[in-house]
Nanobody, 112 residues
């Protein structure tokens, strides 16, 4: 069973940056499409970014130019670099390998 473990969340001021990491427990990671979701309080879960096994990725329109998804298959890790963070980016961020595994989620809070 593949496990996904997120890290890198926390509290940051508006305009700040965070880099989320999600490590997979299996070398099968290199074959996975990986997805970052987020869910704010009282909001539905929304897809933030996806990346295919070759590294081609995309992000939600509302975070375009601020967020970047990337991966390192040698480290079984997918990243979400988040710059110029806004209060509306606050939420729990989850990484997902579709049909394989979900991470437990990690809190990101953007507040002054």
């Amino acid at each position: 069973q593949v496990q996904l473990t997120e890290s890198g969340g926390g509290l940051v001021q508006p305009g700040g940056s965070l880099r989320l990491s999600c490590v997979a427990s299996s070398d099968l990671f290199k074959k996975f499409v990986m997805v970052w979701y987020r869910q704010g309080v009282g909001k539905e879960r929304e897809l933030v970014a996806t990346i295919d096994p070759t590294g081609n990725g995309g992000v939600l329109d509302s975070v375009e130019g601020r967020f970047t998804i990337s991966r390192d298959n040698a480290k079984n890790t997918v990243y979400l670099q988040m710059n110029d963070l806004k209060p509306e980016d606050t939420g729990v961020y989850f990484c997902d390998a579709p049909s394989v595994a979900w991470g437990q989620g990690i809190q990101v809070t953007v507040s002054s």
